[in-house]
């Protein structure tokens, strides 16, 4: 078939889908079926690379959110962790093993647990932060009840779009942050892996893409 053709065909497809409201996954299928009986192949679109932070903007977001305490332990917890903000939502104060200096991530992306290293600068915080509390949530509301997710989410970009930053940031780039830390320090690609919760090493390969040599010492620094 034609370029122009499976043009064509696409956005008939489009059009169809719009027309009867098809289900994400009754509209795979459809494309899935016409693919194999035609030969029709749907081009698929440009897949840029994820934006991170480097340690200037690291120390600009830290320094400019530090006056709101929760929220900047909350930013700071998600760039030394790489937890998903949903991770970080439901991660408990008995979570946290201080004496082995690591957190459990309980039913993370794929209901898998994980643990994660806590750095000892973000453990003092977080102990500072729980001030003896030994239960609950640990970054919940001061009642003791749990934040919802996108309650999360909307304190960390309205910090990110205080800082201004010329680059696409979401809550997400500050785990691409963290991958980015652990690649430049040559901690194996694999070991990345783990730590990030990934279930296809395919997934975490896209960091060794980004370029990380330039920061990693001044990165690290910053970290501890």
Same mark, same amino acid.
């Given at each position: 078939? %034609?370029?122009?053709?499976?043009?064509?065909?696409?956005?008939?497809? =489009?059009?169809?889908?719009?027309? $009867?409201?098809?289900?994400?996954?009754?509209?795979? $299928?459809?494309?899935?079926?016409?693919?194999?009986?035609?030969?029709?192949?749907?081009?698929?679109? =440009?897949? %840029?690379?994820?934006?991170?932070?480097?340690?200037? @903007?690291? $120390?600009?977001?830290?320094?400019?959110? #530090? @006056?709101?305490?929760?929220?900047?332990?909350?930013?700071? &917890?998600?760039?030394?962790?790489?937890?998903? +903000?949903?991770?970080?939502?439901?991660?408990?104060?008995?979570?946290?093993?201080?004496?082995?200096?690591?957190?459990?991530? =309980?039913?993370?992306?794929? &209901?898998?647990?994980? $643990?994660?290293?806590?750095?000892? &600068?973000?453990? =003092?915080?977080?102990?500072?932060?729980?001030?003896?509390?030994? %239960?609950?949530?640990?970054?919940?509301?001061?009642?003791?009840?749990?934040?919802?997710?996108?309650?999360?989410?909307? #304190?960390?970009?309205?910090?990110?779009?205080?800082?201004?930053? &010329?680059?696409?940031?979401?809550?997400?780039?500050?785990?691409?942050?963290?991958?980015?830390?652990?690649?430049?320090?040559?901690?194996?690609?694999?070991?990345?892996? *783990?730590?990030?919760?990934?279930?296809?090493?395919?997934?975490?390969? +896209?960091?060794?893409?980004?370029?990380?040599?330039?920061?990693? *010492?001044?990165?690290?620094?910053?970290? @501890?």
């Amino acid at each position: 078939m %034609s370029k122009k053709k499976q043009t064509a065909a696409i956005e008939a497809f =489009r059009q169809l889908r719009s027309k $009867y409201n098809l289900s994400p996954a009754e509209f795979r $299928y459809v494309c899935k079926m016409v693919r194999e009986l035609d030969g029709l192949q749907i081009p698929k679109g =440009r897949k %840029s690379l994820p934006d991170f932070l480097n340690p200037a @903007e690291i $120390y600009h977001l830290l320094d400019i959110s #530090k @006056e709101a305490h929760f929220d900047n332990l909350l930013i700071e &917890s998600l760039i030394k962790t790489g937890l998903r +903000i949903q991770e970080a939502n439901n991660l408990l104060v008995s979570d946290l093993d201080f004496g082995a200096n690591q957190l459990k991530v =309980r039913q993370g992306k794929g &209901s898998k647990d994980r $643990y994660v290293p806590m750095a000892h &600068s973000l453990q =003092r915080r977080l102990l500072t932060f729980l001030n003896g509390r030994t %239960s609950g949530y640990v970054f919940c509301k001061p009642d003791g009840r749990k934040y919802s997710k996108r309650m999360l989410q909307l #304190k960390v970009t309205k910090w990110l779009e205080k800082a201004a930053f &010329s680059k696409k940031l979401s809550t997400h780039s500050l785990r691409h942050t963290f991958a980015c830390a652990c690649l430049a320090r040559r901690v194996p690609i694999e070991k990345v892996k *783990d730590l990030m919760g990934h279930s296809d090493i395919k997934v975490t390969q +896209i960091y060794a893409k980004l370029e990380t040599g330039a920061f990693k *010492d001044d990165f690290l620094r910053l970290m @501890e």
